[in-house]
Every structure is written in structure tokens, then in C-alpha cells.
């Protein structure tokens, strides 16, 4: 059989195959590149986001008098370190890095252990730091002290120490309570890069650390000296606590997504060998880093995120499939004559199904090749999603074709007539269905109650979806003729034939009408499930924003705030409602058991959340005691002694599981605000639209904090994996809806000879254009609203269906997604669109009609 004559006399038919192929090989090969590289772009975002000392690797020890008195000694010690690491982790490492020894707890003598000046020294110092006043450290020499020499070591301090130290230049200080050595002030240095992640390692070195001690008004204040290298020779853990440390940077840009298990794995690994291949006469090594974890909690969202991505891929598989199938078989049925012919003369099924199967080939091989070809020019990691996608297109394309063809071709001769009367399916076939709906179902539930086992690249929930939408399918099939014959009846008894011959041909459709619905039921479906998701995660974000924060703003300070500072922070312009509160630890009865504690007005804080998705609980009053809400950790007590600033006895008015913006889990109690009779404010909760930085200034404490809901919410919306799934979201329901429109319209053409010979066959019995346009318009608009219906059921049903494997709290700062509310404008835009394709097609098929001779339409001997 001549193949190309048939490819040639058919060649729009072929273009348009050959173009969809294109098309879902181009976005089955690129679009999980795309996601890949965004994935990719999450993990370096995330790395970056989490600070220095969290994703670096450091290797620590404690000088127990094996001291290192030289730098040289550091360097060897690396260089072991460093020849360890295992060889996934050594592209990530810089080729440099930096080393440490520093002493800790160091008190400041008879300074009542408020007062800690430790010494540092750092093998970069110097090229970090810049002397503002006096000049660098020298070499260490020694001091007459209570009748003895002590080591006197110069060191150099942050600028900050100056202040809250305080501290000058000249300052001579006596450290250890026991056994002392002297420090001298004789620089004082500033970073040169502050905001450097090299200094996320010594924040002690760059800044006072300042707290105030539980029951203490005094602040305890702590600051990091530099020395020289050379007082490396004097500086011996024997006497005092020293630490060693070796930083091993991590790239933040070098790590792939795909192989976060791998480094985790890798990360472990190193953990555990540090200390065994470290080992030696003083205090044994280990490695610092929550690398783990942070990939962990990356792995989270990255889950979810792939989630997303499969279930999405799914769709636009199925769907990209079911249109590449209607356009085979539109194909197929235009050669069906010259295949027929063919079988009749002689022709075997193998030759008859192999030209179409050859023919189909031609259309979609080359096609496939050039979508997966051009998808290389899209940046990103290649999964295999990319290659598995393009080469199931033109399989499934060429399979359907010998298999459809092979099964129609069977016998010579086989022409029938599908409009006469709807066809009985076999035992075989609905056996089949059944089963198909029985596995679907036994998937969903296995899917709920297994979870995902491959953190979120599970072929599993590939699957599913898939499953449950041919399931879907496959009933709205079944179910969708009977609502229409019911229709058909009460058409009957009308005088209008137009309304009883348009569903008596939609509900008499041949049984090609299946493929229209495993198409546009999955583009809705999914759809729809997108909304779905992209409603429940808006939700839940707000929702989290302000469980995070518990007001619109709160202000936290380390200290006590004055009754004076409050009221400038009650007078700042935007201010509408101020509830100050303390928060604490208190001691639970005469036990070393302790429970944190705040006391605040909450009648007025629920005055504050007036409009917000958030509420707290009210205080019942009674009992011998000062009524409090306590955690569910200290539930049953009763009444009971507490030890705050003085001894007082409460009595459990409520409990409560957590408290919006201070307290998740643990033990807690909430007291009314007016129980201490001085009350020490240190939170601020406030209600406006104030500035932030003069809020901050009008407590007249730097070391004051503010977060607001507002700076929460965008903190969770700005997660780099989070702007990925609106993403995918948003390509996924373009891809459908172009998909969807794409199969009304091929529908069209398939169903437009016999549409056609119907309506000649009735314009020869007087039937006008407009009852023409309107035959056809009943014909194919009752498959599409109810297809319309069944996707929307679906899309709404999956969220429930998928259950824990659609898990999105990663992108709700870990608050799970309560429910999912749809957002209808999607979903009716969408159903809008093709009932609008579909009522153009039918008027643009009419108007062809109109325009051809009924000579052309009908046979001799059709009109006896």
C-alpha cells in the first residue's frame, strides 16, 4: 500500500498530528526541566536563607590540655579533616575555609557572674576586622597579680563593647574566679563586611550578647576579645573551657535537588566517621551542622512540591494523550475507506493495520523527535520524566492506531450504522470497567493510608489520579445516556422535533464519544483540583500568619520596658489598641520543674483580633485561687503554687492546646495581667498600621524586636518551592484548557460526515438553518456539561481522595491545610469556554453545511 500517497492526500489531518505531538512532547520534555531547575533554585534560595553555622560543616573538639599552640598545627589538623570528607560532600566544600580556638564562660572577676569576656582567635581575623581605635593585639607577656604572674594576653573588642560593657582602650581586666589571667585592652575593631555569612560563626565576636537572668534585674553581658596568633602559645584548655573548631564552607549554589538523600546519607556518614578517625589523647571531635536538617525540611517541601508536580503531569499526560488519540482516530477514519478497499481485495489485517500504523508513524516520529529535541533548549537538570514522557506520546499514538485499526478491520467489508441505536457493551467490556473503578478506588485508599514512600517521587502517585480519572470517566460514560433518554422522553410528547432529534443523537452517540470524555473530564478535573489547592494554601497562609505572630503587630524586647516607653509606643502615629504583656519562667510548685508564663488582659488582646481568623480563650473566674488557662502538659492540677517574683497560688480556669503567636506545645500558663503588682512589660501587642521603624525607636531599646502578620505572611509566600507550585499551577490550567478547547474542536470534525449527512438528510424535509444550528447544538452540548460536571465533582473530590499525599504544609509554614474551599470562577470560565467552542463549532459546521450540495452528502437511492 502506497503510504505516502495516503499521507499526501491527507495532510492537514497529518500536520495537525504531527503538531500536537510536537507540542505534548515539547511540554512533557520541558516542563520537568523547568521544574527541576526551580526545584534546584529552591534548594540553593533555602541554603542561603539558613545562616552560615547552619549549613556549613564544623568540626569541633574541646582542648583538655592536648592544646594547639600554632597555627601551623590548625592547618594539619584541616588538612586531615578535610581528606575525610566523603566524595559526594567535596564539591560542595570550599577550597578555604577558616579555624578557631575559643575560650567560653569566662567571667569577669568578682563581676557576680554578669560579666564574661572570653578570648578568640580566628586564622582570617585580620583580613575580616578593622582597628577603629588604639591598634591590633601583640604577644602576650605577663602580669603581677595577689603575688604571682598571670598570663596578660592584649586583645582587641568589638566597638559595640564600648558601650554595653563597658569597655576602653587601656582597660586592664582579671578573668576566672580560680585560676586567672589578665586580658588588656589595645584596639578596638569593626567588621569590615557586618552582613558577611562568614561572621554567622562568631556572632560572639561581633556583637554583645546581652540577657537578663530569670529573677535578676541586671543584664548578663557577654562579649568574644581577639588575640593574635601568637597567644596561641599561651592559651591552654587545662585550666579553663577552650574549644577548637574547623569550618568546612558548604556552596550554597552547588548542591542539585536530586540529590538532597544522597547528601543527607553523605552528611551522616561524615558525622559518624569524625570521631573515630579524629580520635586521640584529648576530648573527642564531632561535627556541628544541621545540614540534615535543613535538607530535611527541604526534602519536606520538595515533597510537596513534587506532589504538585505529578499530579499535574498526570493530567496534562492524560490529557495530551486523549487529544493525540482523537486526532488518530480522526485520522484513521478519513483512510478508512482506501483501508477498507484494500482488506476487500485481499489485503491481510497485518497490512491493512500496518499502513495505518505506519502512516501514523510518519506523522508523529519526526514530531517527537523535534519536541524532545527542542526541549534541550530549555534550561535545567533533565529527570526522567523528560524522557519518558516523549517517547509514551508517539507509542501510544501508533499503538492506538494498529490496535483501533486491527479491531475494525477485522472482517471485509465492515460497514454498520452507530446512529440506528446505542450499542450494547459486552459482559467482557463492563467486567472490565468494573474493574478498572475497583483498582481505582483500592488506590486512592492505599495512597491514603501508606502516604508517599519515596519523599514524593513515587510513580504511586502517578498513578492514581490517573486511575480515578479514568474511573471517573468511564462512569459519566455509563450514566450520562440515561438522564438524557429521560429527556428524550419528555421531548417526545412536545411539538418541536428539534429538541427530540438533538438528544436523540446525543443519547444514540457512537461509542467514539468516550475519548471526548477522558479528555475534558481530566482538564477540568485537574483544573479544578488547582484552584482547589491554590484556595486551601491562600487560607491556610493567613491562617498561619497569624498563629505565628498572635496580633497584627507584637513588639518583644530582652528587657523590662518602662511605663514611659510604653506610652511613647502607645503615642506613635497608626497606633488604634496597645495590650502590653510580660512573659516568663515560672517555677510549678517547690519541684525543678519549671512552665513559661505569660500575663496579659485577654478581654482586650480579643478586642485586638477583632476580625482576625484567630481568637483566645476567656478566663472563667472563681476558685481560691488566680484563675489561669493552662496547656493541656498540666492539665488535672487544679489548684497549685507557682514561684514567680513571689509565691502565688492559681487555679486552672480552662486549658488551651497553644497560644497564637508565643506557644505551640509544652507547658504554659496564662494569668490575668493585673497579678504582679509591678508588672515587668517586655511584649507589646498592637493593633494599626504604625511604622515599624519609629515603633522600634520609641521603646528606646535596640535590642527591641517587631514582627507583624502582614511581614509573616509575605515571609511564607516569598518560599522559593511555594512561587514553583503557583507556578505549575498556572501552566497546568493554560496546557488543559488549550487541550480541552483543542478536543471540542477535533470532535467536531470527527462527528461533522455523519452530522452532516443527518442534517441533509432533514434540510430535504424542510429543516431551516436555525433549527439546524440549534439540532447540533443539543447534540454535543449535553456530553460537554455533564463531562463539566463530573470534572468539577472530580476536582473536588481529590484533595479528600489523595489525602495525606497532597500534604502542603511546607508552604504554610507548617500548618496543615484544614480544607480546601473551590474557587468557582475557574471551573465556570472554563466550562463557559467550551460550551462556547463547542456552540461555534456547531454554528460553524452548519454554515459549511449549508453551502454543499445535496447532491454531494446523499447517494442515489438514499432519499427512496
Not at 480552662?654 to 504554659?668: Q, W
Request: charged share 15%; glycine share 10%; net charge positive.
Amino acid at each position: 500500500m502506497r503510504i505516502l500517497v495516503l499521507a499526501r492526500v491527507r495532510l492537514g489531518v497529518v500536520a495537525v498530528l504531527s503538531l500536537l505531538t510536537l507540542s505534548a512532547c515539547l511540554l512533557m520534555a520541558g516542563l520537568p526541566r523547568v521544574l527541576q531547575a526551580s526545584y534546584d533554585d529552591a534548594l540553593h534560595g533555602a541554603l542561603w536563607k539558613a545562616s552560615a553555622s547552619q549549613v556549613d560543616l564544623t568540626v569541633q573538639t574541646e582542648s583538655r590540655g592536648a592544646d594547639l599552640h600554632d597555627p601551623g598545627e590548625f592547618a594539619a589538623k584541616d588538612a586531615r579533616i578535610r581528606s575525610l570528607l566523603p566524595s559526594r560532600l567535596r564539591p560542595l566544600v570550599s577550597a578555604t575555609g577558616q579555624m578557631s580556638a575559643k575560650t567560653y564562660d569566662t567571667p569577669v572577676y568578682q563581676s557576680n557572674g554578669l560579666t564574661y569576656i572570653n578570648l578568640g582567635w580566628l586564622s582570617d581575623g585580620d583580613r575580616r576586622v578593622e582597628w577603629i581605635d588604639g591598634r591590633a593585639p601583640g604577644k602576650p607577656g605577663v602580669l603581677r597579680w595577689n603575688g604571682s604572674e598571670i598570663p596578660l594576653f592584649e586583645v582587641g573588642i568589638v566597638d559595640e563593647a564600648r558601650t554595653t560593657m563597658p569597655l576602653q582602650v587601656g582597660d586592664v581586666r582579671i578573668l576566672g574566679e580560680s585560676d586567672q589571667m589578665a586580658v588588656k585592652i589595645v584596639g578596638v575593631f569593626r567588621a569590615k563586611d557586618p552582613g558577611a555569612r562568614y561572621w554567622s560563626h562568631d556572632a560572639d565576636v561581633l556583637h554583645v550578647t546581652q540577657v537578663q537572668p530569670p529573677g535578676k534585674q541586671e543584664l548578663e553581658r557577654r562579649t568574644t576579645a581577639l588575640i593574635p596568633a601568637s597567644g596561641l602559645a599561651v592559651l591552654s584548655g587545662a585550666t579553663r573551657h577552650l574549644v577548637y573548631s574547623w569550618t568546612l564552607p558548604v556552596d550554597p549554589a552547588a548542591p542539585a535537588s536530586l540529590d538532597v538523600p544522597e547528601l543527607r546519607a553523605a552528611v551522616e556518614d561524615y558525622g559518624r566517621l569524625i570521631p573515630v578517625q579524629m580520635a586521640g589523647n584529648g576530648s573527642p571531635y564531632e561535627l556541628a551542622t544541621d545540614l540534615p536538617g535543613v535538607l530535611a525540611g527541604f526534602g519536606t517541601a520538595l515533597g510537596a512540591a513534587q506532589t504538585v508536580m505529578f499530579l499535574v503531569l498526570g493530567g496534562l499526560l492524560a490529557v495530551a494523550l486523549g487529544v493525540l488519540v482523537l486526532a488518530v482516530q480522526l485520522l484513521t477514519e478519513r483512510i478508512d475507506h482506501p483501508l477498507a478497499l484494500a482488506r476487500a481485495r485481499g489485503g491481510s489485517l497485518r497490512q491493512v493495520a500496518g499502513a495505518g500504523a505506519a502512516l501514523v508513524a510518519i506523522a508523529v516520529a519526526p514530531a517527537a523527535l523535534a519536541g524532545w529535541a527542542l526541549a534541550f533548549l530549555v534550561p535545567g537538570p533533565v529527570p526522567w520524566l523528560a524522557h519518558a514522557g516523549p517517547a509514551l506520546v508517539p507509542l501510544t499514538a501508533v499503538g492506538y492506531a494498529a490496535a483501533r485499526l486491527a479491531v475494525t478491520h477485522r472482517t471485509p467489508l465492515h460497514e454498520r450504522r452507530d446512529d440506528v441505536a446505542a450499542a450494547r457493551p459486552s459482559a467482557r467490556r463492563i467486567t472490565l470497567e468494573v474493574l478498572v473503578v475497583g483498582l481505582a478506588l483500592a488506590g486512592a485508599y492505599l495512597l491514603r493510608t501508606r502516604g508517599l514512600t519515596t519523599g514524593g517521587l513515587d510513580p504511586f502517585l502517578l498513578l492514581v489520579p490517573v486511575a480515578l480519572t479514568v474511573a471517573a470517566a468511564l462512569i459519566t460514560i455509563r450514566c450520562y445516556p440515561l438522564p438524557l433518554k429521560l429527556l428524550v422522553r419528555l421531548a417526545a410528547r412536545g411539538r418541536l422535533a428539534v429538541p427530540f432529534l438533538g438528544l436523540t443523537r446525543a443519547a444514540r452517540a457512537r461509542s467514539a464519544s468516550a475519548l471526548p470524555v477522558l479528555i475534558l473530564l481530566p482538564a477540568l478535573a485537574v483544573s479544578v483540583f488547582g484552584t482547589v489547592v491554590s484556595g486551601g494554601l491562600s487560607t491556610t497562609q493567613r491562617l498561619a500568619s497569624w498563629q505565628s505572630v498572635g496580633a497584627p503587630i507584637k513588639l518583644t524586647s530582652p528587657v523590662e520596658l518602662p511605663p514611659e516607653a510604653i506610652e511613647r509606643v502607645r503615642k506613635v502615629p497608626g497606633v488604634r489598641l496597645l495590650v502590653p504583656a510580660q512573659t516568663a519562667s515560672a517555677q510549678l510548685g517547690y519541684s525543678g520543674d519549671r512552665a513559661q508564663i505569660i500575663a496579659v488582659d485577654l478581654a482586650q488582646w480579643r478586642r485586638l483580633l477583632d476580625g482576625a481568623p484567630i481568637s483566645v480563650p476567656a478566663v472563667a473566674s472563681g476558685g481560691s485561687g488566680i484563675p489561669v488557662l493552662v496547656s493541656h502538659e498540666l492539665r488535672g492540677r487544679g489548684t497549685f503554687d507557682i514561684g514567680w517574683y513571689e509565691r502565688m497560688k492559681v487555679t486552672t480556669a480552662g486549658e488551651i492546646a497553644a497560644l497564637p503567636g508565643f506557644y505551640t506545645r509544652g507547658k504554659f500558663i496564662v494569668l490575668p495581667f493585673e497579678t504582679n503588682k509591678r508588672p515587668g512589660v517586655n511584649t507589646l501587642l498592637i493593633k494599626g498600621d504604625a511604622d515599624p521603624a519609629a515603633l522600634l525607636a520609641a521603646t528606646g531599646q535596640p535590642a527591641a524586636q517587631l514582627t507583624s502578620q502582614e511581614r509573616a505572611l509575605d515571609a511564607i509566600k516569598d518560599d522559593p518551592l511555594t512561587g514553583t507550585v503557583q507556578d505549575v499551577l498556572l501552566i497546568s490550567t493554560v496546557a488543559l484548557a488549550v487541550y480541552a478547547l483543542i478536543a471540542v474542536a477535533v470532535t467536531l470534525v470527527i462527528g461533522a460526515a455523519d452530522r452532516a449527512r443527518a442534517l441533509s438528510f432533514l434540510r430535504t424535509l424542510g429543516l431551516s438553518d436555525r433549527q439546524a444550528r440549534g439540532l447540533t447544538v443539543l447534540e454535543i452540548l449535553p456530553l460537554i456539561l455533564i463531562t463539566s460536571l463530573a470534572g468539577l465533582a472530580l476536582g473536588l473530590g481529590l484533595p479528600a481522595a489523595l489525602g495525606p499525599a497532597i500534604d502542603m504544609s511546607a508552604y504554610t509554614g507548617d500548618l496543615t491545610v484544614g480544607g480546601y474551599s473551590a474557587d468557582p470562577v475557574m471551573p465556570a470560565v472554563l466550562a463557559v469556554a467550551l460550551a462556547a467552542v463547542a456552540v461555534l463549532g456547531a454554528y460553524a459546521h452548519t454554515a459549511i453545511s449549508r453551502r454543499r450540495n445535496l447532491g454531494a452528502v446523499l447517494r442515489v437511492g438514499d432519499l427512496a
